[in-house]
């Protein structure tokens, strides 16, 4: 089935709440309300066939949410998961939805913490294979393993040895060998490279292109850091306190970014090339997810924001092959500018 | 690290002579001292059939003009053949103690298992699922908690003869103390493995196992218990000592092993009653015994603890 | 040596060698770094985790957790060796002397006291002031470090502030008695990055106006390009670079720096690979004979596999390698295959 066409993954009205109230009992004694973080608030998101698809946001934007909501670790609060034409939620028999799970796998953080330290990394990276019934013997087993190994660039030998045997980046690997065990076709990275310093960032980053292009892989990437996510996606949303602001193209967001938290965003990213490039510090920080604020929840920080901002919640409308949520954009009140960067020499 | 990964039994073994945790069992003397006096009391306890000079419950080798023999290094009424005195029966005190080491000791590491099985069990489906079956746990657990140990195997040990007879009861005696004693230790297990379990089942490889479907039984079983096996062990160390101190306890007061079958808490018992007439080594000798035995053991599980905690090595 | 007094740098440090004792034998984790920092200048002390940044920070502020130690050379600030202290007299510096600013503010604050008093005790430790007048110069600082409604949030706890705010309190607390050298350890890594901006922003003002130097240590480039004078690149315990920060980003002269630039993802062009260094830098326990960096690069030649080297002139920077040594006697090198 070649050319999933836009709606491989199709994200619909997501929401994911959670409920971090005290425990009924202190409530009650103590008469304190309820609360509900609304770590995800209504996103919509389609993923084609092998682009990869990058989040954005600050800590708390509830990014890493979405990652774990798509690959099933969380049930949604609300809303609908489809991959390839299947509703996730749907009812489906028991050897169905392990044939689905088996297409789509995760890639986490924090490469000391996604290895079991008790496990050699042989049967790390077998346990996919095992449970989905993938491998006809033991001979079959160890040949895959070792063609996995291989694959990202570690030695076949290297499976008789634990993980704390391993650096981090070597450890990222190892995640990412286990991941591409079930043969999937879509991958949901969770910030894979934040947790690593930048020449082994640049090292799986690069592993991770290859990857893409020769097994057709779809990825969902979620970053907060704005140049990876410039490097690598094919097109890139914005998120701010559960919401999607700003969904386009790549080099469109960051060439002619339109919310004024993206253009926030893109103020912070150090400046490398020592061009001298005008920054404004962003003001304000991050108000709790807790009690979002009303209307638009970017409104208090944003320098833009009037009475309409304050009351209503912007929808997302098309522009320039994405999407924007802000009132400043459709009434035309914000002109969109574009962005230079000058170039590595 | 190539020599880390050399597979088998040398490769095994490698890798614990070469461990921080064996390291610091070495550089510690007081540990190793009550790590020998540990092995030793349970290989003589063990033992006791071969080594024993008497079988002092046997009834035929049983002769009363041996009865009340002084330890041989205190008085010159002592014989060599009972080094260490006799009681009122003409029951070698050695051989006794031998015997009822042994006894101690089988039921308080079976106490000790049953109260790990129960206890693991019960954190981990706790730990794992939260809510509801949790909150039901932990209260039992809490409520548990507000009695002694030993309050607990009394009651247990109270219902259960008010259920059957005197003398089935001197039958079953062994599995009434365990089932006490494991019933009235499961709560620390519980609560460490269900800490250690909500620690580990939000960490990454746990997630990773979720992702490709695996059921919550296989989680818990391949990945969430063999990492929290180092606080267990430690517990289980400790709570030998407890278990030990446990089961004398209830046989001093009548309640534990009939004296048919005398553990080391039924020999305290029975030398007691005869301490008044000055025949002391009857139940000093036990009770030396068990002193040593939980001492030992108790250091063992006090290294066992620092060794493990990372954060104060 | 007298007449060298006016333009003495602020903080020398001279084959400063940090050791850690452990069962395995002793691992050197600083191997012979020297540097200098001048009255009022940043210096950026980059390097990957374990490159012995962080350590070589902490034995400046006297803070080197044991059981590492300084094994060799010399600290000196403002003419005065400090590496040799006592605990107490280094106490007195730290603080008064020296700031120190770490990576989670938590840390650096103590949580059962209000941030007032923290402040004001440190105030009054240092400068001979009363309680009151301790406790206006207290607003002021909050103030000067922007935080809002400072004579409110005096009175407020640790664990009343956003993480930005806590950073802000810190380098407050940092700058109380008016120090002269700042050890900033990490400041904005565990912060988001609109709020990492605002505290470079705010530092780079703060030392500008009071003419305080700052030994910026982090492995994040993008800070260091935006905020330091010069940069001195670490690798394996030992400075492979060091010079002014727009040369060391723009014309690197060691093969690790270079490759360490072109990994870093950037706006300019959108490259369908970045430049990567492969394998990772060495465990302390396997650091390689000669250069530390020669199992990763790709220009070694004989001599790198035996003879260790240290800093030369390499353009406008100093750099630790080979290439650079023009009349030695081991150069030329050999370039090897680079492959594909």
Redesign the interface.
């Known amino acids: 089935m070649p050319d999933g066409g836009a709606d491989f993954v199709r994200i619909e009205g997501l929401k994911r709440y959670f409920d971090v109230s005290a425990p009924w009992l202190v409530r009650k004694l103590e008469g304190r309300p309820r609360q509900v973080v609304q770590a995800v608030d209504g996103i919509d998101i389609e993923i084609a066939k092998g682009e990869t698809f990058s989040l954005v946001g600050?800590?708390g934007c509830g990014k890493s949410t979405v990652a774990?909501l798509v690959?099933?670790?969380y049930p949604p609060t609300a809303g609908r998961i489809e991959f390839d034409g299947n509703d996730m939620a749907g009812r489906h028999s028991r050897s169905d939805?392990?044939a689905l799970?088996?297409r789509?796998?995760?890639i986490?953080?924090?490469p000391f913490?996604?290895?079991?330290?008790?496990w050699r990394v042989f049967d790390i990276i077998a346990?996919?294979i095992r449970?989905?019934g993938l491998s006809t013997g033991k001979a079959d087993l160890e040949a895959r393993v070792a063609a996995l190994l291989r694959q990202v660039k570690l030695n076949p030998?290297d499976g008789?040895?634990?993980p704390h045997?391993f650096?981090?980046?070597?450890r990222q690997r190892i995640?990412i060998a286990?991941a591409l065990a079930?043969e999937p076709e879509f991958l949901v990275c969770d910030e894979p490279t934040s947790a690593l310093?930048?020449?082994?960032?640049?090292?799986i980053?690069?592993l991770m292109?290859d990857l893409q292009r020769r097994l057709q892989l779809t990825y969902l990437f979620i970053s907060?850091?704005?140049?990876?996510v410039?490097?690598?996606s094919t097109r890139v949303g914005v998120m701010y306190l559960g919401r999607l602001v700003e969904v386009a193209p790549?080099?469109t967001l960051?060439r002619r970014p339109k919310h004024p938290y993206t253009r926030?965003?893109l103020?912070?990213?150090?400046?490398?090339?020592?061009t001298g490039r005008q920054?404004s510090?962003?003001?304000g920080?991050?108000p709790s997810p807790i009690n979002p604020p009303s209307g638009c929840t970017f409104h208090p920080r944003c320098p833009f924001a009037n009475d309409r901002c304050k009351a209503e919640r912007p929808k997302a409308l098309p522009i320039e092959g994405g999407t924007v949520a802000c009132h400043a954009i459709e009434e035309g009140r914000l002109p969109i500018e574009d962005r230079t960067?000058?170039?590595?020499? | 690290m190539a020599a880390a990964s050399r597979s088998g039994f040398s490769g095994w073994l490698h890798r614990v002579s070469d461990s921080d945790v064996w390291w610091s069992f070495k550089s510690s003397p007081m540990t190793v001292a009550a790590a020998v006096a540990t092995f030793l009391i349970i290989a003589v306890a063990f033992l006791s059939p071969v080594l024993a000079p008497h079988t002092p419950f046997d009834p035929a080798t049983l002769s009363l003009s041996d009865g009340l023999k002084p330890p041989v290094l205190v008085s010159p009424d002592g014989e060599w053949a009972f080094p260490l005195g006799t009681d009122d029966q003409g029951r070698d005190v050695l051989s006794s103690i031998m015997y009822g080491t042994r006894l101690s000791l089988i039921v308080s590491l079976a106490a000790v298992a049953v109260a790990m099985v129960l206890g693991i069990s019960l954190g981990l489906i706790s730990g794992y699922f939260g809510g509801a079956i949790d909150a039901v746990i932990m209260r039992v657990a809490d409520v548990q908690l507000t009695f002694p140990a030993i309050l607990v195997a009394l009651l247990i040990d109270g219902v259960v003869r008010g259920l059957i007879s005197v003398k089935r009861h001197d039958e079953i005696a062994i599995f009434v103390v365990v089932g006490a004693i494991g019933l009235s230790f499961w709560v620390s297990y519980a609560r460490t493995v269900r800490g250690s379990v909500m620690v580990e089942k939000n960490k990454e490889y746990v997630q990773a196992a979720r992702v490709i479907g695996l059921s919550p039984l296989l989680i818990m079983v391949r990945h969430v218990l063999p990492n929290v096996t180092g606080p267990v062990l430690v517990i289980a160390t400790l709570n030998l000592g407890l278990a030990i101190i446990t089961e004398a306890t209830l046989s001093f007061l009548g309640v534990g092993l009939p004296s048919t079958e005398p553990s080391l808490g039924t020999l305290i018992r029975l030398g007691n009653e005869v301490l008044q007439s000055g025949d002391w080594w009857i139940t000093v000798f036990p009770g030396v015994t068990l002193a040593a035995l939980v001492l030992a053991v108790n250091l063992l599980g006090d290294w066992l603890r620092d060794a493990l905690n990372p954060k104060l090595r | 040596m007298a007449a060298a007094s006016n333009n003495q740098p602020l903080l020398e440090v001279r084959n400063l060698r940090i050791e850690f004792p452990t069962r395995r034998g002793t691992l050197l984790a600083v191997d012979d770094v020297s540097f200098d920092i001048a009255p009022g200048e940043v210096l950026g002390v980059v390097g990957e985790s374990g490159a012995g940044k962080s350590l070589t920070g902490n034995a400046i502020i006297g803070l080197l957790e044991p059981p590492g130690r300084v094994a060799g050379g010399e600290i000196r600030l403002e003419g005065r060796r400090i590496d040799n202290l006592p605990y107490e007299e280094m106490r007195k510096i730290r603080g008064a002397r020296i700031g120190a600013i770490f990576q989670d503010p938590l840390t650096s604050l103590n949580p059962l006291y209000s941030v007032g008093r923290q402040l004001v005790e440190t105030i009054q430790t240092h400068l001979p002031l009363s309680a009151s007048q301790a406790k206006a110069r207290a607003i002021e600082l909050l103030q000067e470090v922007g935080i809002p409604g400072a004579e409110m949030r005096i009175d407020h706890y640790p664990h009343q502030f956003s993480g930005g705010m806590r950073q802000r309190v810190v380098i407050a607390l940092a700058l109380c008695a008016g120090p002269r050298l700042i050890v900033a350890d990490e400041p904005t890594t565990a912060l988001d990055v609109s709020i990492q901006a605002q505290i470079i922003a705010l530092l780079k003002r703060l030392c500008r106006e009071h003419g305080t130097a700052v030994m910026l240590v982090t492995h994040d480039m993008g800070v260091i390009a935006e905020t330091a004078d010069r940069v001195a690149v670490m690798y394996a315990g030992r400075v492979a670079e060091i010079g002014p920060v727009r040369e060391v980003v723009k014309h690197a002269k060691h093969p690790y720096t270079k490759g360490l630039m072109g990994s870093i993802p950037s706006l300019g062009v959108r490259t369908e690979r970045l430049t990567q260094i492969d394998g990772a830098m060495p465990r302390l326990t396997e650091i390689p004979p000669g250069c530390a960096f020669n199992p990763r690069c790709t220009f070694k030649g004989q001599r790198c596999l035996v003879e260790r080297p240290n800093l030369m002139p390499a353009g406008a920077t100093r750099a630790a390698c080979w290439l650079h040594d023009s009349g030695g006697v081991g150069a030329p090198i050999l370039k090897e295959t680079v492959d594909a």
Do not use: C, W
């Not at chain 1, 913490?113 to 008790?118: F, G, K």
């Not at chain 1, 907060?224 to 990876?228: G, I, K, M």
């Open positions: 600050e800590s774990r690959v099933g670790l939805m392990a799970r088996r789509m796998q995760m986490f953080q924090d913490a996604s290895l079991n330290p008790r346990e996919p449970a989905f030998a008789r040895k634990y045997e650096s981090g980046g070597q995640s286990r079930s310093d930048v020449s082994v960032q640049a090292q980053l690069n292109v907060h850091n704005l140049a990876v410039y490097h690598i790549t080099d960051f926030m965003l103020d912070t990213i150090p400046d490398l090339e020592m920054r510090p962003v003001g920080e991050v960067y000058a170039l590595n020499t």
